[in-house]
Every structure is written in structure tokens, then in C-alpha cells.
């Protein structure tokens, strides 16, 4: 489907279908109002009512703010895409909500049929958007970066989804290296061997049972005279059965979506190259398989990390914490960042503090926690901060080795994962780091907002959102 950005009257435009966005308080002296009260429609938000005959498609909204504008132009692109026509139309209401209708139709129109024998087909061709009164070179910019991002989320997405046996340590260096050459970034590849040779004894245990070598990507966009040098950190395990610590059946399945930290560390420099910020950025990305097998490492081996800190293993699900611990430790020898990011689907418990639908954000900054959250709510991400604290750090002592890869008490288990993490951050670093557990909103089954069952990208929009901002 084609989404064109047209200058002129609504009415100017053929096409099949208008779309309207309206509130509840606007039913009554709608021009459909008897029509739409026979079939029952209430404005909600996020539903539809389709006038076929008259070529009309109404969304129900809250508002016309930005999130309820996003979620209801899915809902619009999901029911245009099961009718038969060819041609729709929107009328942009603000300059402020053309981002949200772009990101609503590109994300809420996706899907992943990869694995389909029958391709589906939509006769939806082209969807005009709309507007006469508007600054239109301010709208062509929005239009021109919203796609930009929100074609970058799909990207994720389409990676995340992907099955286990497609990609692998391995092919996802592949994925990392074919997005270099076709956007101009630097990449290189660590093997096992480099990894041994970087004493990177916490990510190659993590490894050892797989029978696809582990793979340290390294991605940079370097345009000239930067304002800033950013790090991004990607947990990469592009499957997780929990190991020897095994996960039961029913929580195995999904576990191909534990790569979604490295898959959106690749989105957003996809979007970050093709919007030619004026940032510097670098993508670390640990790429691992944590399996079962003779060889596999164990709950009770010590592991010696790269930064030479000892690490008692008591859980060999809490596998990504030892991933990141040394691809941190690397990415801050390689690059001198004025920020340093990390993405993980790190704990179960992050989703259980938060919910679904928010991604956790954990680190010391006040400041940058804020402008993170800020960045979240424009992009229409929700985050929200799990606070350390002294007393939750003293869980991950050791009695043998220097921490522990669990805490010794479950509760506040995503804020002992990211105190875990804090381990491996430098002193000096200790006020750029942030790091965002992606655990809930990385993936679903049950779609929510822009979001289609599977990876929804999570982390991609904020980022792009963040680093388009800076100064
Ligand atoms: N990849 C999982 C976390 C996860 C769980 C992500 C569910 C998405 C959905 C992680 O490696 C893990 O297994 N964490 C354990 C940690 C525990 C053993 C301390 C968990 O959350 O149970
Ligand atoms: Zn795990
Ligand atoms: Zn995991």
C-alpha cells in the first residue's frame, strides 16, 4: 500500500473511502448521526463502523491528541485492509497528529506472513492524506521522518518475529551486515575465537551448548562532526530455553522474541542513518543461544567476565544479565559515549511490576531518566523508572564469587537485573547509562494500541525520538 501526503481540498480528492476520527460528543450533530446510532456505534475508542454505501469508515476516539489518534488509525487500516476497496483518505486535523497517523497505519497495517503458504492480499492500494490550511513543507518533513521511524519499527519487527531455526547468532550477523551495506554503516563481527581472545568468559558460557557460535556485532553511524556519541547495548538471544535451569514448556514458547533488544538496536540505526541525525551512534549487540547439552555451563560454575568481576552462577536463565555484563564492558573499552543505552527482554519480573505495555527504565541519572520519559510520552512509548536501592543490591552477594547472577530474594527481581548490570558500568560512566528492560512490551500475542500480534519494536520510536532531540 501506497500513503501519499496530497496538498489540496479533502473534497478534491478521489477516492473511495473518508475516514473520520470522532469523539462521543460529537456523534450527536455528526452529519451521520441517525445512521450511526441504528447500528449502535458509540464513538469508543478504537472502534469502527464502516457506512460501505457511503464510502464512509467513523473511528471512534477519545481525544484528537496524538495516542488516541495513533491507536484508532490502526484500528481504521485494519478495517480498510478487510474491505474491498482501493482507495482511502484522511484529512490531517493538526500538524501535531500527522506522526501518529503515519505510525498508525504503517504499524497497525503490518503483517508478518512469512511462513504463509497463501499470501494474503489486500485490495487496498493507496491512502491519501489530506490537507489544504496546514504549513505543508513542516508537513512533509513530519510525514517524510514518521515513516522513516515507523518502517524502521517494522523492521525490528519483522526481525524479531522471525523463527529460531532462520535466525541464529550466526545469520542475525548476516541481518546486522546486510543493514550496513545498504545503509553505509561500519560492521564488525566477533567469532568465538575473538570472544576468547576479549576474555569474554560470562557471554561465551551463555553460548557453549548452542551449536551456532556466539556472535559480538558491532555497528557504527558516523556522520561528520557529530553533537554527541551515543552506545546502544542489545541483548541478542536469539533463542532462550533457560539452560540446564530449563523453563517449563508453556514459557519456552515465545523465547525466539528474547533477540528484541538487538533487533531494535538494528531499527534504530536503520532510522537514524536514513534520517541522517547528526549524532554518532554505535550499536553493540551480544548474539546468543542459551541451550541444553553436556557442555552447557551450569548453576554453580564461576565465570570470570570480561572485566575480570566473578560471577557465581545460581540460574542459567538469568542468562542476558551475563551477555550484557560483557558486551558492556567491551562497547565502554571501544567507544567513549555521552550515553550509554541498553535493550534487553531481561526479566519476567519487569512485566509483572509494570505490566505489558510499559518498558522498564533503570539506571542514576534523574535527569536523564526525565529526558528519556519525555522522549517515551511524544513517542507514544510508555516507560516508567524502577528505582535502585542499597538494600536490593546486597541480594546479589555472593558467598563464593564477587556477585551472583540472581538475587537472593525474588521480589524486585527486574530492579536486581539492572543493579546486576550496574556492576559492569564504569564509575565514569555511571550518569550516561540507562538501561531499558523490554521484557513486556517487546512482544505480544494480543494486539494493543499500534501493536499486531508479535514484536512490536518496542524501544525504536523512543529512541529515534530521544536522539532526534538532542543538542
Ligand atoms: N528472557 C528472560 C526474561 C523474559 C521472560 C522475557 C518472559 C520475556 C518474557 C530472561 O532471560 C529470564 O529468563 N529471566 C528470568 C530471571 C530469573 C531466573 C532470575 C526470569 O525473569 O524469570
Ligand atoms: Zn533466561
Ligand atoms: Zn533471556
Not at 62 to 71: A, G, N, T, V, W
Not at 187 to 214: T, W
Not at 313 to 321: C, K, L
Not at 386 to 395: E, I, S, V
Request: glycine share 8%.
Amino acid at each position: 500500500m501506497d500513503i501519499k501526503l496530497l496538498e489540496t481540498e479533502l473534497n478534491e480528492v478521489v477516492a473511495d473511502v473518508n475516514v473520520v476520527f470522532i469523539k462521543k460528543d460529537e456523534l450527536e450533530a455528526c452529519e451521520h448521526a441517525a445512521i450511526l446510532q441504528k447500528a449502535g456505534f458509540k464513538a469508543e475508542q478504537d472502534t469502527t463502523c464502516f457506512l460501505y454505501e457511503k464510502g464512509v469508515l467513523v473511528c471512534g476516539v477519545d481525544s484528537k491528541k496524538s495516542d488516541d489518534i495513533r491507536s484508532a488509525a490502526s484500528a481504521a487500516i485494519k478495517a480498510l485492509k478487510a474491505s474491498n476497496f482501493q482507495s482511502a483518505k484522511i484529512e490531517i486535523l493538526s500538524k501535531s497528529v500527522l506522526g501518529a497517523l503515519v505510525e498508525g497505519v504503517v504499524l497497525g497495517g503490518y503483517e508478518f506472513n512469512d511462513y504463509k503458504s497463501e499470501q494474503k492480499k489486500s485490495t487496498l492500494e493507496s491512502l491519501f492524506l489530506v490537507s489544504s490550511d496546514l504549513d505543508f513543507t513542516k508537513l512533509e518533513e513530519i510525514f517524510a521522518s514518521s515513516l522513516i521511524i515507523a518502517n524502521a519499527t517494522n523492521f525490528t519487527r519483522d526481525i524479531v518475529n522471525k523463527a529460531p531455526q532462520e535466525i541464529n547468532p550466526q545469520t542475525l550477523s548476516h541481518v546486522a551486515s546486510n543493514l550496513a551495506k545498504e545503509n553505509n554503516l561500519e560492521c564488525i563481527v566477533l567469532q568465538e575465537d575473538d570472544l576468547a581472545k576479549e576474555n569474554m568468559g560470562a557471554m561465551l558460557a551463555v553460548g557453549r551448548a548452542s551449536v551456532h557460535g556466539s556472535t559480538l556485532i558491532h555497528l557504527a553511524y558516523k556522520p561528520q562532526n557529530p553533537k554527541k556519541v551515543i552506545t546502544l547495548v542489545g541483548k541478542g538471544l536469539t533463542y532462550d530455553s533457560g539452560g540446564l535451569s530449563l523453563k517449563q514448556p508453556t514459557s519456552m514458547v515465545t523465547m525466539k522474541m528474547d533477540k528484541a533488544g538487538a533487533c531494535a538496536v538494528l531499527g534504530i540505526l536503520k532510522a537514524v542513518s536514513e534520517l541522517q541525525l547528526d549524532v554518532e551512534v554505535h550499536g553493540f549487540i551480544g548474539a546468543v543461544e542459551n541451550m541444553v547439552g553436556g557442555n552447557a555451563y551450569k548453576p554453580d560454575d564461576v565465570l570470570v567476565s570480561r572485566s575480570k568481576t566473578t560471577i557465581e552462577v545460581r540460574n542459567t536463565d538469568a542468562e542476558g544479565r551475563l551477555v550484557l555484563a560483557d558486551v558492556l564492558d567491551y562497547a565502554q573499552d571501544k567507544v567513549h559515549a555521552d550515553y550509554i543505552f541498553d535493550f534487553a527482554t531481561l526479566t519476567g519480573a519487569c512485566m509483572i511490576a509494570l505490566g505489558q505495555y510499559t518498558t522498564g527504565l533503570m539506571g542514576h541519572s534523574h535527569k536523564l531518566k526525565h529526558d528519556i520519559s519525555r522522549a517515551g510520552s511524544d513517542a507514544g512509548e510508555m516507560i516508567s523508572s524502577l528505582p535502585f536501592n542499597r538494600h536490593l543490591k546486597k541480594l546479589l552477594k555472593s558467598e563464593i564469587a564477587d556477585i551472583s547472577n540472581t538475587a537472593s530474594k525474588p521480589y524486585g527481581g527486574a530492579i536486581t537485573a539492572g543493579l546486576f548490570l550496574d556492576k559492569f558500568i564504569r564509575e565514569e560512566n555511571k550518569n550516561k547509562w540507562m538501561h531499558f528492560d523490554i521484557a513486556g512490551t517487546a512482544y505480544t500475542e494480543t494486539p494493543w494500541d499500534c501493536n499486531v500480534y508479535g514484536g512490536t519494536g518496542a524501544g525504536v520510536r523512543l529512541m529515534c525520538e530521544f536522539l532526534r532531540d538532542i543538542k
